[in-house]
């Protein structure tokens, strides 16, 4: 560390070291303040573009509830669009739609394209469980059994114990072990 006598020397040396580092400096400063900005702006229109979403699923989840036929191929390009989590839900509600008009095939194809979609296990676990219960409908025991592999967790294991059971008794095995692992 530097002592100084006088106020001139600690001036002369404040002036050599910003002659020096002076532009590396303003480079920082101007490059910090920069950087600060776009990632505000950059966060703040993913949250603008969250928002939007979060509105344009209400509204048309709000008109599929509405029961206008014309809806569901507005929920369908909603889902074909928005392959997140919204476009998720979407699906499992127009599954449930076509499931009420019994539309099997269409609830089918919504629910796989809900799976694709969900980034949460337990919503993709939730689709699963219920494209199993369609497959089992439509006499796809086999599809079914092979859709409840991708069930994960254990929370879910009644469920898909009760569903495989279901699937193979449409098979005709009675005497098939329903849970990995159970006991004869």
């Known amino acids: 560390m530097e002592i100084y006598e006088n106020e001139n020397e600690q001036l002369d040396a404040v002036k050599r070291f910003f002659a020096e580092n002076g532009k ?11 950087a600060l900005v776009g990632w505000r702006f950059w ?7 969250a928002r939007e979403t979060s509105l344009h699923y209400q509204n048309v989840m709000t008109d599929v509830r509405a029961d206008d ?3 569901l191929s507005a ?6 669009q928005n392959q997140n989590s919204y476009g998720a839900l979407a699906s499992l509600e127009l599954a449930q739609r076509y499931v009420d008009k019994n539309d099997l095939n269409k609830a089918a194809q919504q629910l796989q394209q809900g799976i694709e979609n969900a980034k949460d296990e337990n919503l993709r676990s939730l689709m699963n469980l219920r494209l199993a219960r369609i497959q089992i409908q439509q006499k796809q025991a086999d599809a079914a059994l092979k859709t409840l592999d991708g069930v994960k967790g254990e929370n879910w294991s009644a469920m898909v114990a009760d569903l495989r059971g279901d699937a193979l008794l449409s098979k005709g095995d009675k005497q098939a072990r329903v849970m990995p692992g159970a006991k004869e």
């Open 24 to 34: 590396a400096l303003a480079v920082g400063v101007v490059l910090g303040i920069g």
């Open 69 to 71: 036929p014309k809806t």
């Open 75 to 80: 929920a369908e390009q909603f889902v074909a």
């Open 43 to 49: 966060n703040g229109s993913q949250v603008d573009s």
